[in-house]
């Protein structure tokens, strides 16, 4: 399976040059390549080598910060996504003594790619200020700047510099994203739901406090962010926010079948599993299943999924079949044992069944 860090390979690492040596012929390509290809190059992983490809450009430019700001907006279009993280970092590594054009910077340069993790250390240098510079994103016209004011900011955005003060108390971060609850783009309404549901990590009575105040009150698009944004407690079947979300209780609904393909999986094979659902009175069900994955260590450790978000009508019965991968990915690693298959009706566990993993 290729690796993400991959992108910055050889066919990459000469478009790069190519392009500052376009946006300026005094670009030194010799002491840009060499320091790129050092020893331990095709050992570093990938925010690593965004880290040593910005410090060799770096070298290349051989400017002061303000000077190579315009080469690096001259080639920064040409590279898009993860590609072209390397231009924020490079303004990360070298441009915190130079506030507005940073800002300025990292604001253009959003656009191509993303300034998400660039911002992190701005934040840490000075969090009040830099909270302001996230306020006025979020009144552009551009949608991407305007996702860099939430996803920016983010307490645990994936990849980035830790920001502690947040996590300790993340009540800035309400205020900063209060200007983006409706905004006409799923690009940063998404980003909005993924930093509320990061807060709810560590303060799930302050979300649930903000869900409480604006669900089914301001507009559609508020709505889809809170819901998605609760989607952590909902997995965890905290019941006020089922409430909120208009789920009741699991006592009118029962499990009526549960049933396997197979008791055994071999690892790179898949589950394959039908439940049967039946509904005494009229009720808003949200089904997910749970696996008791065994984990290297020898002990369970649980991932839960969703089934289905319905209605039942009372006397209804309802069948679903799911198909459950057991291929190794980058993000979840299988290991032989006993797992054992868990189907929740609105935050309960009504119905489980063991079943074997093989190599």
Same mark, same amino acid.
């Given at each position: 399976?290729?690796?993400?860090?991959?992108?910055?390979?050889?066919?990459?690492?000469?478009?790069?040059?190519?392009?500052?040596?376009?946006?300026?012929?005094?670009?030194?390509?010799?002491?840009?390549?060499?320091?790129?290809?050092?020893?331990?190059?095709? %050992?570093?992983?990938?925010?690593?080598?965004?880290?040593?490809? %910005?410090?060799?450009?770096?070298?290349?430019?051989?400017?002061?910060?303000?000077?190579?700001?315009?080469?690096?907006?001259?080639?920064?279009?040409?590279?898009?996504?993860?590609?072209?993280?390397?231009?924020?970092?490079?303004?990360?590594?070298?441009?915190?003594?130079?506030?507005?054009?940073?800002?300025?910077?990292?604001?253009?340069?959003?656009?191509?790619?993303?300034?998400?993790?660039?911002?992190?250390?701005?934040?840490?240098?000075?969090?009040?200020?830099?909270?302001?510079?996230?306020?006025?994103?979020?009144?552009?016209?551009?949608?991407?700047?305007?996702?860099?004011?939430?996803?920016?900011?983010?307490?645990?955005?994936?990849?980035?510099?830790?920001?502690?003060?947040?996590?300790?108390?993340?009540?800035?971060?309400?205020?900063?994203?209060?200007?983006?609850?409706?905004?006409?783009? *799923?690009?940063?309404?998404?980003?909005?739901?993924?930093?509320?549901?990061?807060?709810?990590?560590?303060?799930?009575?302050?979300?649930?406090?903000?869900?409480?105040?604006?669900?089914?009150?301001?507009?559609?698009?508020?709505?889809?962010?809170?819901?998605?944004?609760?989607?952590?407690?909902?997995?965890?079947?905290?019941?006020?926010?089922?409430?909120?979300?208009?789920?009741?209780?699991?006592?009118?609904?029962?499990?009526?079948?549960?049933?396997?393909?197979?008791?055994?999986?071999?690892?790179?094979?898949?589950?394959?599993?039908?439940?049967?659902?039946?509904?005494?009175?009229?009720?808003?069900?949200?089904?997910?299943?749970?696996?008791?994955?065994?984990?290297?260590?020898?002990?369970?450790?649980?991932?839960?999924?969703? *089934? %289905?978000?319905?209605?039942?009508?009372?006397?209804? %019965?309802?069948?679903?079949?799911?198909?459950?991968?057991?291929?190794?990915?980058?993000?979840?690693?299988?290991?032989?044992?006993?797992?054992?298959?868990?189907?929740?009706?609105?935050?309960?566990?009504?119905?489980?069944?063991?079943?074997?993993?093989?190599?």
């Amino acid at each position: 399976m290729a690796d993400l860090k991959d992108i910055y390979n050889n066919d990459f690492i000469d478009s790069l040059a190519d392009a500052l040596e376009r946006a300026d012929l005094s670009f030194n390509r010799k002491a840009f390549l060499n320091c790129v290809y050092q020893e331990e190059w095709e %050992s570093l992983a990938l925010k690593q080598r965004v880290r040593q490809l %910005s410090t060799a450009m770096y070298k290349g430019i051989n400017k002061p910060f303000p000077k190579a700001l315009p080469v690096l907006l001259d080639a920064a279009p040409s590279f898009k996504q993860l590609e072209g993280l390397v231009f924020p970092d490079y303004v990360e590594q070298y441009g915190l003594a130079f506030w507005e054009k940073s800002m300025d910077a990292l604001a253009r340069l959003t656009v191509y790619s993303t300034s998400e993790f660039a911002v992190r250390p701005f934040l840490l240098q000075d969090q009040e200020r830099m909270l302001s510079q996230m306020m006025k994103w979020t009144k552009s016209s551009n949608e991407h700047i305007r996702r860099l004011a939430s996803e920016g900011a983010r307490p645990r955005l994936p990849w980035a510099h830790s920001i502690p003060a947040f996590k300790q108390d993340p009540a800035p971060l309400f205020v900063l994203l209060e200007p983006l609850m409706q905004d006409d783009s *799923l690009y940063v309404r998404k980003s909005v739901a993924n930093h509320l549901n990061d807060i709810s990590k560590t303060h799930p009575d302050l979300v649930i406090e903000f869900i409480r105040r604006r669900y089914g009150q301001q507009h559609p698009y508020t709505d889809w962010i809170l819901r998605h944004a609760a989607r952590t407690l909902l997995k965890q079947g905290n019941k006020d926010v089922l409430h909120l979300f208009g789920y009741p209780g699991s006592e009118h609904v029962s499990v009526q079948r549960l049933t396997l393909e197979k008791r055994t999986v071999v690892i790179g094979e898949a589950l394959h599993f039908s439940v049967e659902l039946h509904a005494a009175l009229d009720t808003k069900v949200r089904v997910e299943y749970a696996i008791d994955y065994m984990k290297k260590n020898g002990r369970p450790s649980r991932k839960v999924f969703q *089934l %289905s978000d319905t209605h039942l009508a009372a006397g209804q %019965s309802k069948v679903i079949v799911r198909t459950q991968s057991f291929r190794d990915m980058t993000t979840r690693k299988h290991y032989a044992g006993e797992h054992t298959l868990v189907i929740l009706v609105n935050g309960v566990s009504k119905e489980s069944i063991a079943f074997q993993v093989t190599k």
